[in-house]
């Protein structure tokens, strides 16, 4: 029984498996033809819908995905199944995943309004998971009033109402600020963080 011919087995048969730890010393082919973990692998676009390749690329060069070859029709029925025993088995399938497994273990080399949006929309994966990640979480940069990305703890979040702010401080900019659409679209996570540096950078 060849990989590919095992692992339709397994498929075939995953109603009645309760232990899928059992395949873990198993690999998988990537698309290159290249036995890998399944930890190590993304679920291609050819088994689901939501084009995670290009948003998985975008963040992680040398991201693997799942060889299509398992794939014996193209229904969406088998599809399905092959994305229930891939998860089942450990691989990668979204947003949540690529953040938790490869955005915050270099969270420093990020410097994306869309890396900031990313994890404000898994807040609450993240505040679940704050205490073992914090030391990742505080890394994050964020873009500035001057357009160049700084650390939390490298920038002034002015934490007021916009409609409070008098004159003639409205217009007055500072370079190292949270750019406000910034702010204003990611506020908690950035109070958060900022609460690590005992909230030295507030205004």
Known sequence: MNNYDFWRWVKANQKQITDFNQFSAIQLLDKNGILTFATSLYISDNYQQDNIESIVTRYVKTAQFVSSSYIESTT???KAEWVKLFRKLGLKSDNKDILFSDILPSLSSFEED????????HLKDLKDKWT????QIIQLKVRTQ???????????IVNVEEESVVEPFKYITLSNEVHPDVLKNN?????????????????
């Open 114 to 121: 869309s890396v900031v949006a990313m994890m404000t929309k």
């Open 187 to 203: 506020k908690e996570l950035l109070l958060m963080i900022s609460a690590e540096y005992d909230n030295s950078n507030l205004i």
């Open 132 to 135: 073992e990640r914090r030391s």
């Open 76 to 78: 969406e029925n088998e």
């Open 146 to 156: 001057s357009g160049s990305y700084k650390p939390v703890n490298q920038v002034v």
